[in-house]
Structures are given as structure tokens and as C-alpha cells.
């Protein structure tokens, strides 16, 4: 069983930054993907940035250039660094991982991953 515990969530002003964690009870080593995904109320759950084993990555594009995504293999911890926020980031933000090589080529999309934490709330004031 995997287990997924985010936090680092907060409130911040527009302009703000913030670091999500995100420990694995796995090796983030071996595991093929794992990825940061946002659900606002009323809206689908996004991937927002997501690392495979090979350390490769993707962004969202809503994202792109503010968001890095990271992560410590030898603390078996998933990052998020928020940079620049603006209030439409707004959202409970969820960890997940993946234990499928397939999932390389869908690294953003939520079906892939079968396991997730229980977020952590990211609220942005303007």
C-alpha cells in the first residue's frame, strides 16, 4: 500500500510563494511517476506538474515558468515550489503516484495514478 501525506499548504497574497511536500511511504526513486495535481470547487482535478523515474518533466501550461516540481530520493519527498501565485491557483493540491511505465506518456492526466494523498489547501488572496 502507498501512502501519500502532502503538506505545506497555506494562505498567501498574490505575488507570494509557497513549497508543497509531499512524502512517500515508496521509493521516489522507482517510482515511475509521480505528480502534482490541483482540484478547485466545482472543477476537475488538473495535473499541474508531474516527474517521471528518468526525471523528465511537464508542466501545465497554466504554470509553466512559475511552478517548479522537485524531488529528494533520499527523503523519498515529492516538491512543489509555488513562485509568483495568483489567486486562480487556488486549490486543494493532491500528490500522486504511479507504479505503471505507461504513465510516462500520460504524466498529467489523473487516470493514470493510482494512488493519492489527502491534499493540502492552497488559497491565494488578490
Known amino acids: 500500500q502507498v501512502q501519500l501525506v502532502e503538506s505545506g499548504g497555506g494562505s498567501v497574497q498574490a505575488g507570494g510563494s509557497l513549497r508543497l511536500s509531499c512524502a512517500a511511504s515508496v521509493s521516489t526513486y522507482s517510482t515511475y511517476c509521480m505528480a502534482w495535481f490541483r482540484q478547485a470547487p466545482g472543477k476537475e482535478r488538473e495535473g499541474v506538474a508531474g516527474?517521471?523515474?528518468?526525471?523528465?518533466?511537464s508542466y501545465g501550461d497554466s504554470v509553466k515558468g512559475r511552478f517548479t516540481i522537485s524531488k529528494d530520493n533520499a527523503k523519498n519527498t515529492l516538491y512543489l515550489q509555488m513562485t509568483s501565485l495568483k489567486p486562480e491557483d487556488t486549490a486543494m493540491y493532491y500528490c500522486?503516484?504511479?507504479?505503471?511505465?505507461?504513465?510516462?506518456?500520460?504524466?498529467?492526466?489523473?487516470?493514470?495514478?493510482?494512488?493519492w494523498g489527502q491534499g493540502t489547501q492552497v488559497t491565494v488572496s488578490s
Open positions: 516527474i517521471d523515474s528518468g526525471l523528465s518533466i
Open positions: 500522486g503516484a504511479a507504479l505503471s511505465t505507461y504513465c510516462r506518456d500520460y504524466i498529467l492526466s489523473r487516470y493514470v495514478y493510482a494512488y
